[in-house]
């Protein structure tokens, strides 16, 4: 097996990966697409070929290509992407608040089925707000084309606090990316964790089991200081977690992330091959409208 781009180790995980299992979020960078003005560094090469070989070094047969900031509001990237990797993948998209419906519509048709709004990293409209967020899942929630779709957030654990009332109404099912960025120190006894969990527990929310290196002070291979929060999540909603590995680990330094070991920590957080399975097939199979019999 040769070395994955962006990926070290040349290992697989622990145990195969069940059919149809779906990498959640991920990202591809093309130099065939120019970023945004607005983003301040040069991105990585990350193509749909480079991604092809860590999907056969993991098993994952399904994936979801999400837009990354450094596009701004072109989703050009995410859509030849989603071409390339056909239907057994889907998008989710980055737009402005002046989204038109025609614009939903045409993402729609290419297997887009939710929106980033995303709070942490530069954007090109400048801040995030909430009326941005109020603004998108209105749009969602009325396009007859959209019926399917989410919002997902990035979001630090305090704006996540701040945001809880404006979430617990939202028209449409929202999802949370990256462990909500919880600090795995606090785990589940952190502020937030708590408002994720009043979330989880109103039905509409889905957490994404992904980026667990953002806040671990542990770190790879075992990212154990995060056992606790993964696992009172999985405790929490088991039906409504997706997992992701977020290649090509933009946020790290590059060399860092073992991709086979974020698969292992997933299974450190189940506690069984049944809701792994749960995690890894049915739920995003549900989330994005895999075809079960694919």
């Known amino acids: 097996m040769t070395l994955v781009p962006h990926s070290v180790g040349l290992n697989r995980p622990q145990r195969p990966l069940p059919p149809g299992a779906c990498d959640s979020h991920m990202h591809i960078f093309d130099p065939r697409f120019a970023p945004s003005s607005h983003w301040p560094r040069t991105p990585p090469v ?32 995410t859509l030849d992407a989603l071409d390339q990797l056909g239907d057994a993948a889907r998008g989710v998209a980055v737009v402005g608040e002046d989204v038109s419906a025609d614009e939903l519509a045409h993402l729609a048709a290419r297997r887009v ?28 929630s009325d396009h007859p084309d959209c019926a399917d779709w989410h919002i997902q957030i990035f979001v630090h654990p305090e704006q996540l606090i701040d945001l809880a009332p404006q979430l617990r109404t939202l028209p449409v099912p929202l999802v949370i990316d990256h462990l909500g960025r919880i600090d795995p120190a606090q785990g589940p006894a952190a502020e937030a964790y708590g408002v994720v969990r009043g979330l989880l527990d109103g039905g509409n929310t889905w957490v994404k089991l992904s980026g667990a290196y953002m806040r671990s002070t542990v770190h790879g291979p075992s990212y ?6 993964g696992r009172a999540l999985v405790q929490a909603a088991p039906e409504r977690l997706v997992w992701g590995s977020d290649w090509p680990h933009t946020t790290e330094t590059p060399g860092t992330v073992n991709d086979a070991d974020l698969v292992d920590l997933l299974q450190a957080w189940a506690g069984s091959d049944a809701v792994m399975d749960r995690i890894l097939v049915d739920n995003p199979a549900r989330l994005y409208g895999f075809d079960a019999a694919a």
Request: hydrophobic share 40%; charged share 15%; glycine share 6%.
């Open 113 to 140: 089925r939710g929106l980033r709004v995303n709070f942490v990293s530069p954007q090109s409209w400048g801040t995030t707000t909430p009326d941005m967020l109020a603004t998108l899942a209105r749009k969602v």
């Open 46 to 77: 990350a193509p749909v070929a480079a991604y092809r070989q860590l999907q056969a070094r993991l098993g994952t047969a399904r994936a979801v290509v999400v837009t990354p900031s450094t596009y701004g509001t072109d989703n050009a990237c």
């Open 224 to 229: 154990a200081d995060t056992l606790p929060l």
